[in-house]
């Protein structure tokens, strides 16, 4: 009998006596199903994203709206981390990183308030994405410096 009291006591540790366990183990599965199945933006949604912070971010530049320029330059960084969070596995997202130098030029010209220094970081920036899509083989996506408001609603003035 001392024999068999071991075994016992190992088999009923094993056994699941919790009928909670079961609801728990649904709940997980339904919150893994939700977390594989929300929403993601893709790739070309980020990409849309910082065309429009890009196009906003020359003409509060070139209005010497350091503010808003800063705002705009921030916003373009934040959809860039986003990318490689979010479409890590995309191999354009492996590359995001030769953005860094010119946007830091530009966040640099942005700091002393120069005009000139920002129109040529600008440059550099607009340059370094073209050189980017090439490498990805995206070189039909040309980005240009823009010549008209991206939208119509916003004022890239100085508000004094």
């Known amino acids: 009998m001392r024999n068999l009291i071991l075994p016992i006591i190992i088999l009923l540790a094993s056994c699941n006596t919790n009928p ?8 997980i599965d339904s919150l893994n199903s939700k977390v594989h199945n ?6 070309g949604e980020f990409m849309s994203n910082i065309q429009l912070h890009h196009a906003k971010l020359w003409f509060a530049g070139i209005n010497n709206n350091w503010r808003l ?6 916003e373009m960084q934040e959809a860039l981390v986003s990318i490689q969070k979010y479409n890590k ?10 953005l860094y130098p010119s946007i830091d030029s ?5 700091a002393q308030k120069n005009p000139q220094f920002f ?5 550099l920036l607009t340059r ?3 050189d980017c899509h090439k490498s990805t083989a995206h070189d039909f996506n ?14 890239f003035k100085v508000v004094q």
């Open 20 to 27: 909670n366990s079961k609801n728990l183990q649904g709940q």
């Open 69 to 74: 320029a800063d705002y705009e330059v921030h």
């Open 119 to 123: 129109k040529s970081s600008y440059e």
């Open 89 to 98: 596995d995309r191999p354009e997202s492996q590359i995001i990183d030769v």
């Open 38 to 43: 929300a929403y993601q933006p893709g790739f």
């Open 106 to 110: 530009i966040n640099a010209a942005i």
């Open 128 to 130: 370094t994405c073209n």
């Open 142 to 155: 040309v980005i240009t410096i823009p010549t008209t408001p991206p939208i119509s609603n916003q004022d």
